[in-house]
Nanobody, 115 residues
Framework: QTQLVESGGGLVQAGGSLRLSCTAS????????MAWYRQAPGNQREFAAG???????KYSDSVKGRFSISRNRAGNMMFLEMNSLKAEDTAVYYC?????????WGQGTQVTVSS
C-alpha cells in the first residue's frame, strides 16, 4: 500500500514562507486527486488546497492567494508553497491522496507561525 510522508514543517515568523513536501512510496499523485489539509489545536481537520487529475486547483478562502499546491512530473511528490504566513496558519498539515480504494493520509508535519 502507498505510504505518504510529509516534511518541511517548522517554526517561522509571521510574513515568512515555508514549503511542505509530501513523498509517496508510489507515483500515486500522477493521475489522481491530491490535497493538503490542516488541523489547528482544538479544531477539526480542514481542507486547505487540492489538485485534480486535470491539473485544476482549489484553495480554501483562508489560504487563497498565499498558498500554492503542485506536484512533480514523476507523480510521487506533492508540495505546498506557503507565503505570507500568519499566526492562524499554525497547524499540523497533512497530505492526502484520493484513490478508488479510499483516501491515504500522511502522518502530518507541524507548522508554527510566530507573531
Amino acid at each position: 500500500q502507498t505510504q505518504l510522508v510529509e516534511s518541511g514543517g517548522g517554526l517561522v515568523q509571521a510574513g515568512g514562507s515555508l514549503r511542505l513536501s509530501c513523498t509517496a512510496s508510489t507515483n500515486i499523485f500522477g493521475g489522481g486527486t491530491m490535497a493538503w489539509y490542516r488541523q489547528a489545536p482544538g479544531n477539526q481537520r480542514e481542507f486547505a488546497a487540492g489538485m485534480y487529475p486535470n491539473g485544476l486547483t482549489k484553495y480554501s478562502d483562508s489560504v487563497k492567494g498565499r498558498f500554492s499546491i503542485s506536484r512533480n512530473r514523476a507523480g510521487n511528490m506533492m508540495f505546498l508553497e506557503m507565503n505570507s504566513l500568519k499566526a492562524e496558519d499554525t497547524a499540523v498539515y497533512y497530505c492526502k491522496a484520493v484513490t478508488p480504494w479510499g483516501d491515504i493520509w500522511g502522518q502530518g508535519t507541524q507548522v508554527t507561525v510566530s507573531s
